[in-house]
């Protein structure tokens, strides 16, 4: 009946493939990784970058659960910065350059040094199940593979169609094949699916462009990695360049609008607000004369540049003329155009937190399938689609995050308490402890998860315990230390005091910084990173905020302890809407907690299904006594 | 974002609610239930008898008093020990005078010793989620469903109604802007968007502020009992507003001399008539001048009787009107008041013809005569305005101004803030704060207006 038999199948090798395969075989469960180009795993369709505001802290909890997201960013990369300084710790985030080349080489070493872990080119043309549960998958070459566990993460390739000005044609990426044959059979098995729009801009060749007008962007002098456990240097070996549009450009771009794929309506798929075409910006923000575009190298091997700003689907001609309009770009030779994709996803909401689909048992998605955009958040799902499924082949209970332990817990509920309406991405914004989901502490917050699901292995969770020492000392060392007064670090800058403060009370003051205080040595402490320093400062000075913050943790925990049995039966309460029955019936929200962030459900309808919850188990416990 | 929380009712805080119908009865019933029953009783309740220990199912005679120590109302109240009590919490049950204005008194008496107007229904869901109501359940069941069916319906109503949602809407409008430019400064740091700076941001919140204490004082409830009567005294230099002043307050605040002007600033002082406090504002006379500071002071005049909410004109009765006597009544018509004849201790030669129709009350500062007269007016005043108070709305008022209250508590500290260079990140926790409490007041909850704020206002995307 099967030709071969994992534990585990990952159909899909990109950033969610990769993370969930390297998790399930980590956890110690055979896992095969399918994907159609074994020569492009781990490829970065759009941009060279890893990390950015909020995607970086999701890199950061990818690497503290035990992925390898960060550590193929950190030897990969080629420019580094932290974003952010000019704020609070909370909201810092790492981003890097990455040489794509280099990317994939490391991401697929990486994997092949995995034990139980097996790479297999072969299209994957339908999902088998027997009675709702998964049981394998076929393959376009006729062999059929069994597994107890499916992770599917099809990117842009679930009947892609990509557009360039009036042409179309079926791909995954430009120059690949779409899976068809794979999305057909899912449309087929009953889920709510749409189609989403995603789009890249044209790369130039190096060669045939006029830096000298641009504005160079460098690396940080000291640059921050994403894993804690990077021990080599960090290189920064490019440098970025900004230009900006104009009035021109524009006119260009509004003369040809009709030739936009977007526009003329053969686009049915909706794309994301946060990462617009260049032609969406033009028409939606009218009175801004000019737009940013950053140039950045694709690699260090390689004289390939991405366009960042420029994203399009306008035609090839007219995508020349804009970049023929620019200063430093008229004589810039196009290595590949810009183009838009439409791909297949399924409601999120067809899922549970687990990842796995509601209706068919066994069967996880993760990444854009599930309507999210970014490598960061598709990494971050196929770690969590590969854990869970581990942990159902193990016959354990799913690990579930919750919205204040991690940027991961709040994408995972967003998705499948509210589903999506364009391709989800992750802001800081989102969080709601933003507070206390910080890079910093993201280690605090869920090495030890990692540990306990087998994802952690004794190495890294070495690396774990050295640093949780050091600022266990580190934070010690203030609380204990007396301040020397007349210290030259205070009289020169004219620093008084009336009495002698406790070093805790001297760092509540706004003109006092921990890290000049090491720097000058006022205070003597061991090696310890910077962003360590600075967020032990923060939790000292913004103490009031944080434990506001803690108490709206404890309610959100409260809330989610008032679990909703899965087999609740909403339409027998009385004082539920239709609507709302139908919404919470739906959803199956798994706690009161859930529940109440369904868009629409009304606090009156949570209080009823409160107050039935409470008679429910009432009654049930009069009926064991009794 | 934040949706989601707020709208769980939580079921360990202290809540509080009158018990019986709406309006004017014998006897009405104020029940608190809820870990903070017991202190709060402790605080405001001084049985008649010697000070003992509440004993449970004892009905104890006393008074019931406010925050100042003041006394509200007598009353008699039982305690309920958890778990032998409707709720299975600890219960307090005043048994109080039938009379709203003092039983919301008291309400808000509660309430600012951190309890909270319970929800309809609240009461019934506590003695379920502690058990309490095994027998009755049925019974529970349809009144719980009722009550929160007749709270969506109401909030319905309200939003169709619309009057205070209205005007919130502007307040949550302007307040989400205010943190959609913060949240873009943050989420998108790395595109070209322009962030305001902390002194705008902060000049912003402080509109709201403006906002919202207007809306604050029309909420005849809120108004009366949390802010007093505002009362201001307005005449021409030396007509002897501050001698009145200082008579009707009994106290020497205000420095009196024989020069005219000396009274530069406004002066305040609250005293209680019949319960509610009224704050009186001695002003600087209103007149033309060129002196600078004093000048000042005129200009705080005027901005005190925008505010105010009754008046007393001061004229000098030893002397004819003038042209200032009669600017003085020219502003005060926009406010009601009263007309003070003070100096009738002098030989009397102001004319009174073409007087407006407000009442007159002839008095003498110095002396006291007339002043037993000029009290009960302004007693008639404010008991005028009570009676406004007393229908069915009055508790959603109080609930109303609490919100707000608690919006403008969480504003301030957000520009605070702001003012001292606070990391935004931080300073959204408190602007997100009152965001979520305008829900309470337009009934609908707050979501994804952030995201879309931002995308709408900003070009975000390199």
């Known amino acids: 009946m099967f030709d071969e038999g994992y534990d585990i199948v990952v159909v899909g090798a990109g950033h969610a493939g990769c993370e969930a395969a390297h998790a399930s075989a980590r956890i110690g469960l055979s896992t095969a990784l399918y994907t159609m180009n074994a020569d492009l795993i781990a490829q970065m369709s759009c941009n060279p970058a890893i990390g950015g505001i909020a995607k970086g802290h999701l890199v950061r909890e990818i690497d503290a659960l035990g992925g390898i997201m960060g550590l193929a960013a950190d030897e990969a990369g080629i420019q580094f910065r932290l974003l952010n300084t000019s704020r609070g710790p909370a909201v810092w985030s790492p981003r890097a350059q990455a040489d794509k080349a280099g990317y994939r080489y490391v991401m697929r070493r990486l994997l092949e040094r995995t034990p139980n872990l097996f790479i297999k080119q072969a299209e994957v043309i339908e999902i088998l199940f027997e009675n709702n549960r998964v049981v394998g998958i076929e393959l376009l070459d006729g062999r059929r593979v069994s597994a107890q566990a499916v992770v599917l993460t099809t990117g842009t390739f679930l009947n892609g169609l990509i557009h360039i000005g009036e042409k179309r044609f079926t791909a995954g990426r430009n120059g690949e094949p779409a899976s068809v044959a794979l999305g057909n059979s899912v449309r087929n098995l009953g889920f709510e699916w749409g189609r989403l729009k995603t789009g890249t801009p044209p790369r130039l060749d190096r060669r045939t462009i006029d830096f000298s007008t641009f504005e160079e962007q460098q690396g940080d002098s000291q640059p921050t990695p994403f894993s804690f456990r990077t021990v080599q240097p960090l290189l920064n070996r490019i440098a970025c360049y900004i230009t900006y549009t104009d009035e021109r450009i524009h006119n260009v771009i509004r003369n040809n609008m009709h030739r936009s794929p977007l526009y003329s309506g053969h686009i049915q798929g909706v794309g994301p607000r946060y990462c617009p075409s260049i032609e969406d910006k033009v028409v939606k923000f009218r009175d801004k004369d000019r737009h940013q575009i950053v140039l950045e190298p694709e690699g260090v091997d390689t004289h390939e540049i991405y366009v960042n700003g420029l994203s399009t689907s306008l035609p090839i001609d007219v995508q020349r003329e804009i970049l023929s309009g620019m200063k430093g770009l008229e004589s810039a030779q196009m290595v590949r155009p810009g183009y838009a994709i439409e791909y297949d996803f399924v409601q999120p909401t067809e899922l549970q937190a687990s990842l796995e689909t509601k209706k068919a048992a066994g069967l996880f998605f993760a990444g854009q399938i599930n309507g999210t955009t970014g490598y960061e958040e598709a990494a971050a799902q196929g770690l969590m689609a590969g854990i869970n499924a581990s942990l159902k082949v193990k016959k354990q209970p799913p690990l579930l995050l919750d919205r204040a332990d991690a940027y991961i817990g709040i994408m995972v509920d967003d998705l499948v308490t509210k589903g999506t309406n364009e391709p989800y991405r992750m802001f800081t914004s989102r969080a709601e402890f933003r507070l206390n989901l910080r890079i910093d502490n993201a280690d605090q917050r869920l090495t030890p998860i990692g540990r306990r699901v087998g994802l952690v292995n004794d190495d890294h969770w070495q690396v774990f315990i050295d640093r949780s020492g050091r600022i266990q000392r580190l934070r010690e060392r203030i609380e204990t230390t007396r301040v020397d007064t007349m210290h030259n670090y205070f009289i020169s800058r004219g620093i008084d005091f009336r009495e002698r403060p406790s070093f805790v009370a001297l760092l509540r003051r706004p003109d006092v910084q921990l890290e000049g205080l090491i720097a000058e040595g006022v205070i003597e402490t061991e090696q310890v990173r910077r962003e360590d320093i600075i967020a032990l400062e923060t939790s000292i000075k913004y103490e009031g905020y944080l434990r506001q913050q803690v108490r709206e943790v404890e309610k959100l925990r409260r809330a989610e302890s008032k679990r909703i049995p899965p087999d609740f039966d909403y339409a027998s309460m009385p004082g539920l809407s239709r609507e709302i029955v139908e919404k919470l019936t739906r959803i199956r929200p798994q706690s009161i907690a859930q529940a109440s962030r369904i868009p629409g459900i009304t606090p009156a309808s949570i209080s009823i299904l409160l107050f039935h919850l409470e008679m429910q188990r009432q009654r049930r416990e009069t009926e064991n006594v009794t | 974002m934040r949706e989601g929380l707020h709208k769980i009712v939580p079921t360990d805080d202290t809540i509080i609610a009158i018990s019986t119908p709406p309006g004017h009865s014998g006897i009405g019933i104020i029940r608190i239930s809820g870990p903070g029953a017991v202190p709060i009783n402790q605080r405001f309740f001084k049985a008649r008898g010697p000070l003992t220990e509440l004993s449970p199912r004892v009905a104890v005679v006393g008074k019931w008093s406010d925050i100042a120590g003041e006394d509200i109302d007598q009353v008699v109240v039982t305690f309920f020990r958890k778990p032998s009590s409707y709720t299975g919490e600890d219960v307090i049950e005043i048994s109080a005078h039938g009379n709203p204005f003092s039983m919301n008194r008291i309400v808000e008496t509660v309430c600012s010793a951190g309890a909270r107007v319970a929800n309809p229904g609240e009461f019934t869901l506590r003695a379920v989620v502690h058990g309490k109501l095994d027998l009755l359940q049925a019974e529970a069941v349809r009144e719980f469903v009722d009550a929160q069916t007749d709270l969506q319906a109401r909030t319905a109503l309200r939003q169709l ?302």
């Open chain 2, 161 to 462: 109604e619309g009057s205070v949602s209205k005007r919130v809407e502007p307040v949550k409008q302007k307040l989400v802007e205010i943190i959609a430019h913060l949240e873009a400064g943050i989420d998108f740091a790395e595109d070209d968007v322009d962030v305001p700076s902390n002194a705008s941001a902060a000049r912003d919140i402080h509109s709201i502020e403006g906002m919202l204490d207007s809306l604050q004082r029309t909420f005849g409830y809120g108004k009366i009992l949390a802010k007093g009567l505002k009362l201001v005294i307005l005449g021409k230099p030396n007509v002897g507003k501050s001698s009145l002043f200082n008579r009707l307050v009994a106290a020497d605040r205000a420095i009196v001399t024989e020069v005219p002007g000396t009274t530069r600033d406004v002066l305040t002082e609250t005293i209680s008539i019949d319960g509610v406090p009224v704050r009186f504002a001695d002003t600087a006379g209103m007149h033309e001048t060129a002196d600078p500071v004093e000048r000042i002071g005129v200009t705080r005049s005027l901005e005190t009787l925008v505010d105010s909410d009754f008046g007393l004109v001061v004229l000098d009765g030893s002397s004819p009107l003038d042209a200032s006597d009669w600017t003085v009544l020219g502003k005060a018509s926009r406010i009601p008041h009263l007309i003070v004849i003070n100096k009738t201790d002098l030989p009397q030669s102001i004319e009174l013809d073409g007087l407006n129709g407000s009442r007159r009350v002839p008095v003498s500062a110095k002396t006291g005569h007339g002043f037993d007269e000029l009290q009960e007016s302004l007693r008639a005043f404010v008991v005028a305005q009570k009676s406004d108070l007393v229908d069915d709305s009055i508790l959603t008022s109080a609930r109303q101004f609490d919100t707000v209250t608690k919006i403008l508590q969480s504003l301030g500290r957000a520009r605070e803030s702001l003012e001292s260079q606070v990391p935004h990140e931080m300073v959204l926790l408190d602007l997100y704060d009152a965001l979520a409490a305008t829900g309470d007041l337009t009934g609908e909850v707050v979501t994804e207006d952030i995201l879309s704020k931002i995308f709408s206002t900003f070009c975000i995307g390199k």
